[in-house]
């Protein structure tokens, strides 16, 4: 596997890079296990989630397997706690009974863990090997500590009490009018990279798609507009429900998103401890893919496909090709996209003019992960790296793909190719999704 930088970086570049990648990572991992007491740390706030203190400990020893040890040969420091932060040995509800590091072991381990690192790191010739090259395994490590923060952003949400997290910045102003829709003309694309430095392996390789010209939603859907579907009895009538997904909802009595409830005449929400009304601009969020494929049906439209999903974010017309981003190919900035938990919330819809797709399309990157109607699957000619359980024990129909990222995504971990996975029923991440249609539906297409 041969990994080659977008740009041709030199050395310094790169390894500035890499530590830039990792320190920000762990500092919004010190944000999110510093702001709340030791039994909040060590509590199962949900069975669908790891104590916090799990995910510390679990950010600490993957860095050390793969940088201390791996890359750079040194000696184990924690050999006996591998096991019990291996996430394929143990599920998340066993996860609590395991002897996990206390807070202040945990702490001490993932700092003294990523002093080791970064001397690795100042040392390294950064190229020798699919690992090193463009520092490879540093920015798989960073985006993997990010994934883990948005794992305990999450927990966050399904924990109890006060509030304990806040925003850094405002929301961005309401938009204006736009289109609800967008024409993507058919035709060749590429699809995935071969060229992204840090792009994981579920990514590669590049290769060309062809895709029917299609209409798609030019920005996630609203609240607002999720109420409409439940006010006109969506969660009663099974005809917009495939039977999977109607047995979900009557088994779980499920009548609106999570984290919703009816009070009097208005929705409310808790969002991080907090019981606001919810806002009907921002994008719906909570969401299964069987709600997300219902409201879709109801609407008389469809979710995406994932093919779809990526032409509408990368291509570019005007030269045909792929661009590493809807903007283009410099790394977001915060005029492009609401990322890494910095609103802490979706903006609301139409915002971030400047981060549109060259169709118009906004809202692609970041606010929340969008379904898509596909299953996660290998592209053609696929290859499991570094490890087979990244991404490739997981193909099948079992799970539904999720591109674009949510306001709880670091940059690192998300660009135009970037593919997220779960579950059909799973409501509790940061999920919502737009629609589209076929354009030969449309009168003049």
Not at 1 to 23: F, G, H, N, V, Y
Not at 97 to 111: C, D, G, N, Q
Not at 244 to 273: C, I, N, S, T, Y
Not at 275 to 290: F, I
């Amino acid at each position: 596997m041969t990994i080659e930088p977008t740009d041709p970086l030199d050395p310094e570049a790169l390894r500035e890079r890499a530590a830039s990648a990792l320190l920000a990572a762990r500092d919004r991992t010190h944000l999110l296990t510093t702001c709340v007491e030791e039994p909040e740390l060590v509590a199962q706030h949900s069975p669908l989630m790891s104590p916090l203190v799990w995910d510390l400990a679990h950010i600490g020893n993957q860095e050390e397997q793969w940088l201390l040890r791996t890359v750079g040969g040194r000696d184990a420091l924690r050999p006996d706690i591998d096991s019990v932060y291996d996430a394929f040995e143990h599920p998340r509800a066993a996860r609590p009974s395991l002897p996990l590091l206390t807070p202040a072991e945990a702490h001490s381990y993932v700092a003294e863990v990523r002093g080791r690192v970064l001397d690795i790191l100042e040392a390294s010739p950064l190229r020798g090997g699919p690992l090193l090259d463009a520092g490879f395994a540093f920015g798989m490590i960073a985006q993997h500590e990010q994934q883990h923060d948005e794992t305990m952003l999450i927990t966050h949400q399904l924990r109890g009490g006060d509030a304990v997290l806040g925003a850094a910045d405002p929301l961005p102003a309401p938009p204006g009018i736009l289109p609800s829709e967008v024409l993507v003309p058919g035709g060749p694309f590429t699809m995935g990279t071969s060229t992204e430095p840090w792009a994981l392996d579920n990514e590669r390789p590049a290769h060309r798609r062809l895709v029917p010209p299609f209409l798609i939603d030019t920005t996630p859907v609203s609240n607002g507009a999720y109420q409409r579907f439940i006010e006109d009895g969506g969660y009663d009538e099974p005809l917009w429900w495939t039977e999977e997904g109607w047995a979900h909802v009557r088994e779980h009595r499920l009548r609106a998103p999570l984290f919703w409830k009816r009070d009097g005449g208005q929705w409310l929400r808790r969002r991080f401890g907090v019981t606001e009304p919810v806002p009907p601009d921002e994008p719906v969020l909570h969401v299964s893919w069987y709600e997300a494929d219902a409201y879709a049906r109801w609407a008389g439209r469809r979710l995406p496909t994932e093919p779809e999903w990526e032409k509408a974010a990368r291509h570019d017309p005007a030269t045909g090709r792929a661009m590493r981003y809807p903007w283009g190919d410099e790394d977001p900035a915060p005029e492009h996209a609401n990322l890494g938990q910095r609103h802490l919330r979706p903006a609301p819809v139409g915002s971030y003019p400047e981060g549109e797709s060259p169709f118009g399309i906004r809202q692609l990157i970041g606010d929340v992960w969008e379904w898509t109607a596909s299953d996660f699957l290998p592209y053609p000619g696929f290859a499991a790296f570094p490890y087979r359980e990244y991404s490739e024990v997981f193909f099948g129909d079992r799970y539904k793909v999720l591109r674009g990222g949510s306001f709880a995504v670091g940059p690192v971990a998300c660009r135009g190719t970037f593919r997220n996975w779960d579950l059909p029923v799973r409501r509790q991440i940061f999920s919502g999704f737009r629609t589209a249609r076929d354009a030969e539906h449309t009168a003049g297409a």
